[in-house]
């Protein structure tokens, strides 16, 4: 069994090296950590299929482009987008395909047009290690926990949940 206690302090540890300012928004955070990241962040809703995941991040040669389900609550979107952010500042995705678009306007996101095979990809490279989502599902959890959600984004009786389970916690 994997010490979980461990990876907790680590990502933990993490979120306090990244020093961030009180952020009330994940668009905020996310433009946070693509500055900490030195890397352009965008984030786009989609209405995933089925057997699609509730989010994914596709790499490309000037951008992450993070993909999240818009089918759902305001804080479950936060949480998705948290977890890719997560795994973005693990640096659990291989490096970015090399640019051979001659195009400037290469990078614009063009939405409804995922490539299957790019999305077997991106899930090959973030999404079938176990150690790596588990430490993305817990900083994920931690970014979440350092925004200061806007009333109606998350109310305290959404977030209540989440404080419950880390006061059950080994610290
Ligand atoms: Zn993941």
Redesign the pocket.
């Known amino acids: 069994m994997r010490d979980l206690g461990r990876t907790r302090r680590r990502m933990r540890a993490k979120v306090r090296e990244l020093d961030l300012p009180r952020l009330r928004t994940v668009e905020e955070l996310t433009a946070a950590v693509a500055e900490r990241v030195g890397r352009p962040v965008r984030l786009v809703p989609r209405r995933m299929r089925v057997g699609e ?1 509730s ?2 991040v596709e790499r490309r040669a000037d951008a992450d482009i993070i993909h999240f389900e818009q089918e759902t609550s305001g804080l479950h979107q936060a949480h998705i987008i948290c ?2 952010l997560a ?1 973005l500042l693990c640096g659990h995705l291989a490096e970015a395909p090399a640019d051979d678009e001659d195009d400037e306007g290469a990078g614009q996101v063009e939405l409804s047009t995922i490539d299957p095979d790019m999305l077997r990809l991106v899930l090959g490279r ?2 079938y290690d176990a150690v ?2 588990e430490e ?2 817990i900083l994920g959890a931690e970014l979440t926990r350092t925004l200061v959600l806007a009333p109606g984004a998350g109310t305290t009786s959404q977030l209540a949940p989440a404080l419950e389970h880390r006061k059950g916690q080994n610290v």
């Open positions: 995941p989010g994914f977890h890719e795994h973030s999404h790596a989502e993305a599902e």
